[in-house]
């Protein structure tokens, strides 16, 4: 038993790195901005809500231009 769930593990770590691998390019070649700003009648609610959401935010991306692609189905 304990075999079996080893090799699920294994052929998880390898689907995992292989599908942030695939992204990566995206990342750094194509990078794009927040829909908010992308389209004037779409506003980014998130970021009003608090002064520390949007520090956060603007910690990880100062420039708000890498959201893809999002990996939420990876």
């Known amino acids: ?3 079996q769930n080893l090799k699920v593990l294994q052929e ?6 292989a599908i942030y691998l ?13 829909t ?7 506003t980014p ?4 809500l608090s002064p520390i959401i949007s520090q956060g935010v603007r910690i990880v991306d100062p ?4 959201c893809f692609p999002s ?4």
């Open 63 to 66: 420039f708000l231009d890498n």
């Open 1 to 3: 038993m304990q075999t």
């Open 22 to 34: 695939i992204a990566l390019p995206f990342y750094i070649y194509l990078p794009v901005t927040v």
């Open 12 to 17: 998880y770590t390898i689907a995992f790195i």
């Open 45 to 48: 609610l998130l970021y009003n």
């Open 71 to 74: 990996l939420h189905a990876a």
């Open 36 to 42: 908010g700003y992308t389209l004037p009648t779409v």
